[in-house]
Each structure stands twice: as structure tokens, then as C-alpha cells.
């Protein structure tokens, strides 16, 4: 159980870690909302690079930085999650009805403002959905890189199969599938 607990940690953390930093790439790598074309193109390729290394290659390069345990686990994942709910974030305020971005910008309001009072309202539902989302896929995600010595009940599981414990990797394989089905 203790594995269990510090995967859902990892898991866990990585997701509010991830979407707090994600949050302002949405806005500058989204085209009606980004201060200018220079600044979204560097949002949008910094996201396609997180996007493009996996995670289990973004936990054993971690791994070898900072050693086995938890913490190269919770970065590994939170690079994906900034990059998963960066790019599915400004997907969505880009589909945003314009109407009252431009009602607002027509008062007068500042970026900023108009962010708050005109976007935020729009894409709040579907971004928890989406967080929701990408914490479920940080589970899943956080056994695999378990598996590189990244923490949690993926370390459990390389053990396991080293030993050829295949009793063992059914009930952990089982209690995996029930946590996620969980959430």
C-alpha cells in the first residue's frame, strides 16, 4: 500500500504542478490571446518539444540527474502534463466564441482583464476536465516509469518481475486497473 500511496502522490503532484505552469502557456500559445506572434510561436514550440519526448524517456533522464525515488518521477510527469494541457488549453481558447473578448476589449479592458472576465469563463469546465484527464494518465504513466527507477509502485513491479514473481505482478496489475477504472 505504501507504493500505491506514493504513485497516486506522484501522480498527484505532477498534475497541480503541471497545470499551474501550463496555465500562462495557454494564454501565450494561443493566437487570440497571446501578446504576439513571436511570443506564441516559442510558446507553441516549447510545447511541441515537451509533447514529442515521452515520459518514460523524460524519467530515465531524470533518473540519471537526480537519482532513483520519487522526485525525478514527479518532474518527469509534470513536463508531460505541461505540455498535454498547454496544447489541449490553447486548442480550446482558440475555439472560444469572440463576442466578449471583443466586447471587452471594446471597453477598453486590459489583456488581462479581459483573460479573467472573457475567457476564463468560457474554457473553465472543459480545462478541469482536461486536468482530471491528465491527472488519470499521471497514474498510469507513474507505474511505467516506476519501472526506471522513478519511484512509486512501478519499482514494486520491476521487482517483481525480476524475481519472476508473476502472482505478485497479477495483484499488482489488478489493484492498477481498479485504481484506475477508480478515477
Known amino acids: 500500500w505504501p507504493k500505491i500511496l506514493e504513485t497516486m502522490q506522484i501522480a498527484y503532484v505532477a498534475s497541480i504542478v503541471g497545470a499551474l505552469i501550463a496555465l500562462p502557456l495557454i494564454f501565450l500559445a494561443s493566437r487570440n490571446t497571446s501578446t504576439d506572434p513571436v511570443t506564441m510561436w516559442i510558446s507553441r514550440t516549447l510545447l511541441t518539444v515537451l ?9 530515465a533522464l531524470f533518473v540519471a540527474i537526480l537519482g532513483l525515488g520519487s522526485l525525478p518521477g514527479v518532474v518527469a510527469l509534470t ?51 482536461y486536468m482530471l484527464y491528465v491527472f488519470e494518465i499521471n497514474v498510469r504513466a507513474s507505474v511505467v516509469i ?20 508473476y502472482t505478485g505482478v497479477g495483484a499488482l496489475i489488478a489493484v492498477i486497473f481498479v485504481i484506475v477504472l477508480i478515477i
Open 79 to 129: 513536463f508531460f502534463s505541461i505540455g498535454v494541457l498547454a496544447k489541449l488549453g490553447s486548442e480550446t481558447v482558440e475555439s472560444i466564441d469572440p463576442g466578449p473578448l471583443e466586447a471587452l476589449r471594446a471597453t477598453g479592458a486590459g489583456r488581462n482583464r479581459t483573460i479573467l472576465f472573457a475567457v476564463v469563463p468560457q474554457v473553465a469546465a472543459t480545462m478541469v476536465s
Open 51 to 59: 509533447r514529442s519526448v515521452p515520459d518514460l524517456l523524460w524519467a
Open 146 to 165: 516506476g519501472l526506471v527507477g522513478a519511484g512509486g509502485i512501478g519499482q514494486l513491479l520491476n521487482t517483481y518481475l525480476s524475481f519472476r514473481d
